[in-house]
């Protein structure tokens, strides 16, 4: 669960960035479509950067890289008790704040769609066309749709019934109440992301300027409407789910009506995302260097288990069903160096210490010494890929939990 928030935490970071773009580019546009598009792009891509893990693999001649038995090269194995890990301690946390942000954000969304529902449904129902039901209620702040739902109240309906439902009904015919949808639901995994809140309050306003543009087209005079938008803008905004008539800022709107349509040469501005895309790519890609030729990467004598045996279990954790020196013959054989690394000629050994649980899997991974750290994230990353392969350890007939220390090597031919 930790490692999906990491990669909840890097898709915001595309998202506020992919957004800033937009709001200092695009969103002064008339492009109301392409604006749309956008927006609703930028939390799929969003999502989507993270996972594209470009992998550039090259050759290079590295030397074998055994281990000898000495006193740096020893494999240290003990029995645990349970001791407070802080680690893992910030990592149970997050995972509880952000479990609790996503049950709250359902809890929100199921109560606005309950209350929109039972407010729907309770007033006096009719077909306006094919696929659009309105429902006159007796008293609302401001009228508003939901998918294929318009609620007015009945001084709406005698006042200004024209403005309002060629308004609420272009909501309905550009399916802005999926755009809602779409972004509430994203919100109860990224509710922590301002960037997204930001989305949805613009994506808001992109709905009013559409709705807008179809209520002019209809042949409603310009100063008409804006003066129904300004009586209207004392509303309520409880139904924040749906699509009201006054939630975008008026100011804007009218703004907006008269300005001049822009050329659609403007829509290039919107291809500034692409260096956003290229530089998330680079940074999460793993660029590494393939041994031109594989040797033997531990020796008879590589491992060695020195404790106390009143420390150690009576069986000890087993690897893919194999002895702890197994686990640092395929650790060696799995690391690839990175690309500056080389170019650095970093070499030496990382230290790594962990702990096979008495689940069976291997956690409080730490690294106790390291030449650099390109070095200690490429064997974290090898580690994190077999976390899952162990089986516990038993003393006295039941599951412990065991802690080991163990060195990676890595070197370069000369």
Request: aromatic residues 8%; glycine residues 4%.
């Amino acid at each position: 669960m930790y490692e999906f928030i990491v990669y909840l935490v890097h898709s915001s970071i595309c998202l506020v960035f992919i957004f800033l773009i937009y709001k200092v580019c695009m969103s002064h546009e008339t492009l109301h479509r392409l604006n749309r598009c956008l927006l609703l792009g930028s939390v799929l891509l969003s999502a989507i950067l993270p996972l594209c893990r470009i992998t550039i693999v090259r050759t290079v001649e590295i030397m074998p890289s055994g281990y000898d038995a000495s006193e740096g090269n020893i494999v240290i194995a003990e029995r645990i008790n349970p001791e407070v890990d802080n680690m893992a301690l910030f990592q149970d946390l997050a995972v509880v704040i952000f479990l609790i942000g996503v049950a709250v954000m359902v809890a929100r969304l199921a109560v606005g769609i309950f209350s929109v529902w039972r407010l729907i449904h309770s007033g006096r129902m009719r077909k306006v066309e094919k696929g659009i039901t309105l429902t006159i209620v007796n008293t609302l702040p401001s009228p508003f749709s939901w998918f294929g739902h318009i609620v007015v109240s009945e001084d709406d309906m005698h006042s200004c019934k024209d403005e309002i439902l060629l308004h609420e009904m272009a909501h309905v015919r550009l399916g802005h109440s999926w755009d809602l949808l779409f972004v509430d639901l994203a919100l109860c995994l990224w509710w922590f992301n301002p960037a997204l809140w930001l989305l949805r309050g613009e994506l808001q306003s992109l709905h009013e300027y559409q709705a807008d543009s179809q209520v002019l087209s209809r042949g409603i005079e310009a100063k008409t409407y804006q003066m129904l938008l300004i009586k209207r803008a004392v509303g309520s905004r409880f139904h924040s789910i749906a699509n009201c008539l006054n939630q975008s800022n008026l100011k804007k709107r009218i703004i907006m009506m008269c300005k001049k349509p822009s050329s659609r040469w403007t829509a290039a501005k919107s291809l500034l995302v692409l260096p956003v895309v290229a530089v998330a790519l680079g940074a999460f890609a793993t660029t590494t260097y393939q041994p031109h030729e594989v040797h033997d990467k531990v020796t008879d004598n590589s491992v060695q288990l020195q404790a106390d045996q009143k420390q150690t279990a009576e069986v000890m954790p087993q690897f893919n069903g194999n002895d702890v020196a197994a686990f640092c013959a395929w650790m060696q054989s799995k690391v690839q160096y990175p690309v500056a690394a080389v170019e650095r000629k970093i070499a030496g050994q990382v230290l790594i210490e962990f702990v096979v649980d008495k689940d069976g899997s291997a956690s409080s991974f730490k690294v106790l010494s390291s030449p650099d750290k390109l070095l200690s994230d490429e064997v974290e990353r090898v580690f994190n890929t077999a976390r899952n392969n162990w089986d516990a350890a038993e003393h006295d007939g039941e599951k412990v939990s065991v802690r080991f220390v163990l060195p990676v090597n890595f070197a370069l031919r000369k």
